[in-house]
């Protein structure tokens, strides 16, 4: 299904289902939702599986100092 849909919208990749699921995921994370949340969401057993959609850009790490620091 995803295949069709990529040829489709003339995308000229291959993508398993993990990447759909991989962005989401990671959307979610970066909009706030809490990893216990996103877990149970995903289907996890363990908030371990979910800690790899934890990761933050640089960016994001920056501006989130910028914010929470008293002198930035």
């Known amino acids: 299904m995803i295949a069709l849909r990529l040829k489709l919208a003339g995308i000229d990749t ?3 289902t993990h990447g759909p699921r991989h962005s989401f995921a ?3 994370m970066q909009n ?3 990893i ?3 877990g149970e969401c995903l289907g996890h057993a ?3 599986t979910t800690q790899k959609y934890t990761h933050i850009t640089m960016t994001e790490a920056i501006d989130n100092y910028d914010t929470a620091h008293p002198r930035a």
């Open 36 to 38: 216990s949340e996103l």
């Open 26 to 28: 990671t959307h979610c």
């Open 32 to 34: 706030g939702m809490k």
């Open 14 to 16: 291959k993508m398993s």
């Open 46 to 48: 363990s908030l371990s």
